[in-house]
């Protein structure tokens, strides 16, 4: 545990929570199925950002995390690497229907970065990702979602839209991403995040990223988290 915390410390990491996962030095530490080995060193990364050594055990060992880590960091493949191993786990993954994965993020342009960086990951396994936001035609949107997929990537407004209209369903979603949280609610998401949230079955796995922690975010944090673990890098927070 000595080693744990130095290591921590010489890496500017800070958590707080029960039984926190000690943090990994190398993707091989992750125990990643050889596939998305290649993907990563595909992308070129050779060796997980700060954050992503502090959450990527975390958020695979099934925890509920609130990550804080200024912009750049990496949070990104923190949340969607962990996804793709959750959506392998599923058994029988063409029983049900709906998205397994869904991430909200505040803007269209956020959005489709999220969904490039998961379709890269989501390829080598045959995982279906949609973009879902505003700008595009919704007819077309809702007949892409209809044929089915596994990832959704949304912006809280379209998503809602989507659902009114039927054209998924959330009873397989059971990883709930809520990325840029402080950004979604100054753009006034909070209510379009608290109905996906309430339309999402409760045993679910929820990760939240911010940059930095209002109090109207820590609020839905304590809500709809559970027995989370913080994770912080730098000075942020
Ligand atoms: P954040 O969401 O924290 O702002 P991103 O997830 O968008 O950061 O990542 C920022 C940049 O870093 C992206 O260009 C991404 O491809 C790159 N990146 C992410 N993880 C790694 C890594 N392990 N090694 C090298 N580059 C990485
Ligand atoms: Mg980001």
Redesign the pocket.
């Known amino acids: 545990e000595q080693e744990v915390a130095e290591y921590r410390k010489s890496l500017a990491i800070r958590v707080s929570g029960f039984d926190v996962p000690r943090p990994v030095k190398t993707f091989e530490d992750c125990g990643f199925a050889p596939e998305l080995m290649r993907a990563i060193a595909k ?7 700060t ?2 050594c502090q959450a990527l055990p975390i958020v695979l060992s099934g925890r509920d995390v609130i990550g804080i ?9 923190s949340f969607v690497l962990p996804m793709i191993v959750h959506i392998m786990d599923q058994p029988e993954l063409q029983k049900e229907e709906g998205p397994i994965g869904v991430i909200c993020a505040p803007t269209r342009e956020l959005a489709h ?1 999220i969904f490039l ?1 998961a379709k890269k990951f989501a390829k080598a396994y045959g995982i279906r990702a949609s973009a879902v936001y505003g700008g595009m035609s919704k007819l077309d949107q809702f007949k892409e979602l209809k044929a089915g997929c596994e990832i959704v990537v949304a912006t809280p407004g379209r998503l809602i839209d989507m659902l009114k209209m039927k054209a998924l369903i959330m009873t397989r979603a059971t990883y709930l991403v809520l ?1 840029e949280a402080d950004r979604m609610f100054d753009l006034g998401f909070e209510p379009q995040i608290r109905s996906i949230v309430g339309q999402i079955r409760p045993d679910r796995q929820t990760l939240l ?1 911010s940059a930095t922690m209002p109090r109207k975010v820590e609020k839905l944090a304590r809500e709809v988290l559970s027995d989370p673990i913080r994770v912080t890098v730098g000075e942020v927070g």
């Open positions: 992308q070129g990364y050779e060796k997980p950002t954050i992503q880590a200024k912009t750049g960091s990496g949070k990104t493949a970065q960086e990325d990223f």
